[in-house]
């Protein structure tokens, strides 16, 4: 069996024999794979009103401490979009009463984004149905082979300097 990048690996081969067009084998298939997973998450989003980043900002502020708030740079810092990205996801949010923006008590200037009610509602369940979809996208690979495929993308990662302190 054979994949749209056998095809493309062979087209290369055939047209530059000269190059080494190995690295479009991972590439290729991260790309591809990135994409079809895209789709099949955003079905699952649309299906509870939410789109990828209102969900990545719910997400967060769900999976924070009590009273799962954060200010709008952790909220930037943990989806690594721009604050004017932040910002658009968040007047979404909060226009539709899932997260309300309040001053900080410390510093004046601050602000926290806490989620609402019926914005901790929404995750919980959309949560469960995001799994689901996860589950099935990898449901071709034995619990053995997923945490290899983890470990392996996990070191790519990190000699991309996608790193973090655990918390």
């Keep these: 069996m054979a994949d749209h990048v056998d095809l493309v690996l062979e087209q290369w081969a055939a047209q530059r024999p000269d ?24 079905r699952t989003f649309t ?7 209102s969900f990545d900002v719910l997400a967060t502020l769900r999976r924070s401490d009590p009273p799962h708030r954060l200010t709008p ?8 979009v721009t604050s004017g990205a ?5 007047d979404r949010l909060e226009s539709k009463g899932l997260v309300t923006r309040m001053p900080s008590d410390v510093d004046g200037r601050g602000v926290y984004v806490t989620l609402t009610d019926e914005g901790r509602a929404l995750i919980d369940r959309a949560l ?7 589950e ?7 619990e053995e082979r997923r945490a290899t495929l983890a470990h392996t993308l996990r070191e790519l990662l990190e000699s991309l300097g996608d790193t973090t302190t655990p918390s």
Excluded: F, K, N, Y
């Design 86 to 90: 932040i910002t658009q996801r968040l």
């Design 19 to 42: 190059l080494d067009v190995s690295p479009m084998a991972v590439i290729g298939r991260l790309s591809r794979v990135t994409r079809l997973i895209d789709t099949e998450l955003r």
């Design 136 to 142: 099935r996208v990898l449901s071709a690979l034995p």
């Design 73 to 80: 740079a952790e909220l930037m810092r943990a989806s690594m």
């Design 47 to 53: 299906a509870h009103g939410l789109d990828p980043a």
């Design 128 to 134: 469960p149905d995001h799994l689901a979809t996860e």
